[in-house]
Every structure is written in C-alpha cells, then in structure tokens.
Antibody
Framework: EVQLVESGGGLVEPGGSLRLSCAASGFTFSAYSMNWVRQAPGKGLEWVSC????????YYADSMKGRFTISRDNAKNSLYLQMNSLRAEDTAVYYCARDLGQQPNLHWFDPWGQGTLVTVSS | SYVLNQPPSVSVAPGKTARITCGGNNIGSKSVHWYQQKPGQAPVLVIYYDSDRPSGIPERFSGSNSGNTATLTISRVEAGDEADYYCQVWDRSFDEGVFGTGTKVTVL
C-alpha cells in the first residue's frame, strides 16, 4: 500500500525555522517527483514546491522562493521541506503528495499524506 | 501567475447531477486534475488528465475540458459526495502548480 506520513509540524515563532519530513512507503520512491502542498485554516489548497526523482528539477511557488527549501533522500525514502523566516501567513497544514505526471508539463498528485500542522505565532 | 476560478458553492439534490466549473484562460490547452476533500481529511484525486478516473473512483465522476472552462460532473449524487472540490493544473510558463479556489458541494 502506498503511504505518505508527514511529521515535524508544530508551533514556531515568527522569523523561526522548521523542517518537515515525509516518510514514503509502498512504492519506488526515486521513480517519482514529490510535492508539498499547504492549506491555511479554512482556506483552499496552495501548491508549495516540487522536486524530481533525483533532485535534478526543483520548483517553488513565488511566495516561498528564498525561504523554503525542498529536498529528498532516496536512500531513506524521505522528502523534506526546510522552512526559514516563517511568517504568520505560513500557518497551515502541510501535505506531501506523490506526483504522477511523469512529464515536464504534467503534474498531478496522488496519494496525499495526512498532513502536518505548522502554526507560526508568538 | 495563472488563475483558476471556481464557484464557491454548488447545491444538488440526491440522485441529481452536480457540475463544478473551473475557469482559466485557455484552460483547454492544459491538463486539468480534480481533487475531493472531505472535512478533516487529505485531498483525494478523483479525475486526472481532464477526464481519466483513478482506480476506485466511481464512474459517476467524469470530467471535460475545452476553451476556457473545465468541468467536473458528478452523476447520481450521493450524500457521501458532499465535500470540497478543487481543480488543478501545471502552469508551464512559471513551472508551478496552480489550484482552483475550491467549490463546496452540498447535498440537499
């Protein structure tokens, strides 16, 4: 069974940092690009970042560029999101999701993890 | 960046058909994917590549895409279909994912 389990969320002060992890199982992790998607409380989905199977292609949403860094360790079947200079508006549930597109112009996400909540507040 | 607009809400009686639109500039030239999200749960893919259904998704779910509008159609709506639905594309111009604003489907 394909499974994604996020961890690392919590309460952090504005300006602080946090590192999220996503543990993958049930599929050949290195064969797939992976994504982070977030959802602020009561709001819609917002795509955050994508990393290809061997980290040769990395993309970010504009509002996260320079503050967030996506990475992966294929030997550990794990995806990461390093978040720096956090702001109140970064408060959200962060989901990791496998990318099934397999082509440069095609990216869709299945499955998703259960999410981890990040709260930025003093 | 690319914008996808969805109606905030759609109401439908059980057994009837719900149509959820996703509007974007020349969206017909892109591949559109749809997700269902129930309260407190992670999103689930229900349609990919405009009209393909993942295994396990009922045939009642279908999709189409042309011109400036993509549509998710739910036939013979059931109470369990009540959820938020999001469309999604990949904007090749900026190499970024884009989600629609989301539509809450209420089963009357």
């Amino acid at each position: 069974e394909v499974q994604l389990v996020e961890s690392g969320g919590g309460l952090v002060e504005p300006g602080g940092s946090l590192r999220l992890s996503c543990a993958a199982s049930g599929f050949t992790f290195s064969a797939y690009s992976m994504n982070w998607v977030r959802q602020a409380p009561g709001k819609g989905l917002e795509w955050v970042s994508c990393i290809s199977g061997f980290s040769d292609f990395i993309y970010y949403a504009d509002s996260m560029k320079g503050r967030f860094t996506i990475s992966r360790d294929n030997a550990k079947n794990s995806l990461y999101l390093q978040m720096n200079s956090l702001r109140a508006e970064d408060t959200a549930v962060y989901y990791c999701a496998r990318d099934l597109g397999q082509q440069p112009n095609l990216h869709w996400f299945d499955p998703w993890g259960q999410g981890t909540l990040v709260t930025v507040s003093s | 960046s690319y914008v996808l607009n969805q109606p905030p809400s759609v109401s439908v009686a059980p057994g009837k058909t719900a149509r959820i639109t996703c509007g974007g500039n020349n969206i017909g030239s892109k591949s559109v994917h749809w997700y269902q999200q129930k309260p407190g749960q992670a999103p689930v893919l229900v349609i990919y590549y405009d009209s393909d259904r993942p295994s396990g998704i009922p045939e009642r779910f279908s999709g189409s895409n042309s011109g400036n509008t993509a549509t998710l159609t739910i036939s013979r709506v059931e109470a369990g279909d009540e959820a938020d639905y999001y469309c999604q594309v990949w904007d090749r111009s900026f190499d970024e994912g884009v989600f629609g604003t989301g539509t809450k489907v209420t089963v009357l």
